[in-house]
């Protein structure tokens, strides 16, 4: 079974300052797809980001991008230019290439602060 | 808007009670999963449906069941329900499309269920 873990429950950062999300994860397939999803205040779960396995690219989607390290199983979030609104829990989250279940890590509370 | 639609929004119910949460998912979606998520566990998968039968089985307990009818739209059922059973249900979706793995999973807004 695949596991995922978030080691940093909680962050902050200042305004406009970058940061930095660690997730790592365990698994023993060579093909699959990692996530991050945002959880807001409201609670709502919203996909940040994502990325296959077998491209070498790390993705990017405006101030999100990953570090994607498949030898060390790493998955790490950096949100440049951080804003307000980038206030909430970021969860990383695994899914294997059989399927599209997801594996949740444990979540990551930011906080963005004026 | 994700374009997955859940309801109720908010439930309060007794200790030992059943309820039933309803789920429709985004047009042309064949997936339909179900999570919990508990101020302390996170969250975590119960179970997915595909075209109608269930594909893959997380933590649920025997007192919850789950259904995905013909139009697609699921039915998560809770019964006997606990104190323990307090939690944000998450219906999720997903196209599936048979062979491909990693298609994005959209979710709900969620159900909150508060028993008392």
Redesign the interface.
């Known amino acids: 079974a695949q596991t995922v873990t978030q080691s940093q429950p909680e962050m902050s950062v200042q305004e406009a300052e970058t940061v930095t999300l660690s997730c790592t994860y365990d698994t023993s397939e060579n093909?699959?797809?990692l996530?991050w999803?945002k959880q807001p205040p409201?609670?709502?779960?919203?996909?940040v980001i994502?990325q296959?396995a077998y491209k070498q690219q790390n993705a990017t989607e405006n101030r999100f991008s990953v570090n994607f390290q498949k030898a060390a199983k790493s998955f790490s979030l950096k949100i440049s230019d951080s804003q307000l609104g980038d206030t909430a829990m970021y969860?990383c989250a695994f899914?294997?290439?059989?399927?599209?279940?997801?594996?949740?890590?444990?979540?990551t509370r930011l906080m963005v602060k004026p | 808007d994700?374009g997955v639609t859940q309801t109720p929004k908010h439930l309060i119910t007794a200790t030992g009670q059943r309820v039933t949460l309803r789920c429709s998912p985004r047009s042309g979606d064949l997936?339909v999963?179900w999570y919990q998520?508990s101020l302390d566990q996170?969250?975590q998968?119960l179970i997915?449906y595909y075209n109608g039968e269930e594909?893959?089985k997380?933590n649920i307990l025997e007192r919850f069941s789950a259904q995905q009818f013909p139009d697609l739209h699921s039915e998560l059922n809770l019964s006997s329900l606990e104190l323990g059973d307090s939690a944000?249900y998450?219906c999720?979706s997903?196209v599936?499309v048979q062979g491909a793995?990693?298609?994005?999973?959209?979710?709900g807004?969620?159900s909150w269920l508060t028993v008392v």
């Open positions: 093909n699959y797809y996530f999803y409201s609670r709502q779960m919203i996909l994502r296959e969860f899914s294997d290439n059989a399927g599209n279940m997801l594996t949740f890590g444990g979540g | 994700s997936s999963y998520q996170g969250l998968f997915q594909r893959a997380g944000l998450f999720a997903s599936d793995g990693g298609n994005t999973i959209y979710f807004e969620g």
